[in-house]
C-alpha cells in the first residue's frame, strides 16, 4: 500500500516494491505485440494512441525495422506506450514508489496518478518532436564512460568546457562504473580522449542525434515547458523519484518543475536507486521493454529482486 510518510533511514520499515520504466534505447520490432494480441483492454489503448499521435505508431511498434523504431518522434511514443500499456495489464498493481529513466518519467507518472495516460503521450510526442528539432539546430552527440569515479568523470568535463568552451557535462548516471556524457561533437571527441587519459576503460560515442540531458536541449525545454505548464498535474498516488531530484518527491507542482528541467538536467539514476532503498525499497519490477534497469538495480545493489513485465 502507498505510505506517504518517508522516513530517512530504512530501519523498521516494511518492504517496499518499486515499479521502474525504462527510456529511449530500449525499443525493438515486434514491442508490445504479444499485449495488443493477448488483451481487449491493451488493443484499445493502442488505438487510442494511434489517434492521438494521427498515425499507427502500433504498426511500427509491430512490424517497423530497427531504422523505423530509431526515429525520436517515434521511439519515445513507442517506449512509453508500451510501458503503460504493460503497466495498466498488472492485476492489483500498488506501487509504494516509482521512477523512470528519462522518458520513462513520464510513464512513471501516469502509474502514480499524476498524468493521466493521454496527456502524457501529448506531452511525449510534443518532447519528441522538440528533441529532434534542438538536434537539428546544434549538431552533438553522447558517450559512454566505463570504469572511471563519477568525480573524475564531471572534473574532465568541467575542465573541457572552461579551456575550449565547448560544452560537455555528465549526463546519465546509470550505475557505479557507467556514467554517459552529453555535448558539442568536438567537446566529446576531446572529453573521450580526456577519459581514457585519465584511466577509463572505455569512452565510446554512441548512436544518438544529440545531446540529450545538456544545456543544449534548452531550444526543446522552452517548448516543453509551455505544453506541460498548461497540462493537469494530479496529487500522487505514492512517491516518484525523479531524475533530477534524486529523492521520493510528492508535491505535484515541485514534479512539473522537475519535469521540464530534467531536459537540461542529469539523469541521477544511480542515486534515485541507492535513495529509493535507504527509503526501504527492496524489489523493482521493470514495466516496459527490454531488461535495461533491471541491470542497473542489480549493479547498484546486487542484494535486490528485480523482474520484468513487458
Known amino acids: 500500500m502507498a505510505n506517504n510518510m518517508w522516513p530517512k533511514s530504512n530501519k523498521n520499515l516494511h518492504m517496499k516494491h518499486a515499479f521502474v520504466f525504462p527510456g529511449q534505447g530500449s525499443q525493438f520490432s515486434g514491442m508490445g505485440k504479444n499485449l495488443y494480441d493477448s488483451n481487449a483492454s491493451a488493443q484499445r489503448l493502442f488505438e487510442q494512441a494511434n489517434e492521438i499521435l494521427g498515425f499507427r505508431i502500433s504498426d511500427i511498434m509491430f512490424t517497423g525495422s530497427d531504422e523505423d523504431l530509431k526515429q525520436t518522434n ?25 521512477a523512470g529513466h528519462s522518458l520513462g518519467e513520464f510513464s512513471a507518472l501516469v502509474a502514480n496518478g499524476v498524468l493521466s495516460f493521454e496527456d502524457a503521450l501529448q506531452l511525449v510526442s510534443v518532447r519528441a518532436q522538440a528533441m529532434q528539432k534542438a538536434c537539428e539546430l546544434n549538431p552533438s552527440t553522447m558517450a559512454a564512460v566505463l570504469a572511471l569515479a563519477d568525480e573524475k568523470v564531471e572534473e574532465v568535463c568541467k575542465q573541457v568546457f572552461e579551456e575550449t568552451g565547448e560544452v560537455v557535462v555528465a549526463a546519465n548516471y546509470n550505475c557505479p562504473g557507467q556514467l554517459v556524457i552529453s555535448g ?35 531550444p526543446a525545454k522552452e517548448e516543453l515547458k509551455a505544453k506541460i505548464e498548461s497540462t493537469n498535474f494530479y496529487a500522487p498516488q505514492c512517491a516518484v523519484y525523479q531524475n533530477v531530484a534524486a529523492k521520493a518527491v510528492l508535491d505535484k507542482d515541485e514534479i512539473k518543475q522537475n519535469l521540464i528541467d530534467q531536459l537540461t538536467g542529469a539523469v541521477r539514476w544511480t542515486q534515485s536507486v541507492q535513495v529509493m532503498i535507504a527509503d526501504g525499497a527492496s524489489k523493482f519490477t521493470e514495466v516496459g521493454p527490454g531488461k535495461v534497469l533491471q541491470g542497473l538495480v542489480q549493479k547498484i545493489n546486487k542484494e535486490m529482486l528485480v523482474e520484468g513485465v513487458n
Open 74 to 98: 517515434v521511439t519515445q511514443p513507442a517506449v512509453f506506450l508500451h510501458s503503460v500499456v504493460a503497466y495498466k495489464t498488472i492485476e492489483n498493481a500498488k506501487p509504494d514508489m516509482v
Open 184 to 218: 558539442s561533437l568536438k567537446g566529446i571527441d576531446i572529453a573521450c580522449e580526456r577519459m581514457k587519459a585519465a584511466g577509463a576503460k572505455r569512452a565510446l560515442v554512441l548512436p544518438v542525434g544529440g545531446a540529450f540531458h545538456s544545456p543544449l536541449m534548452e
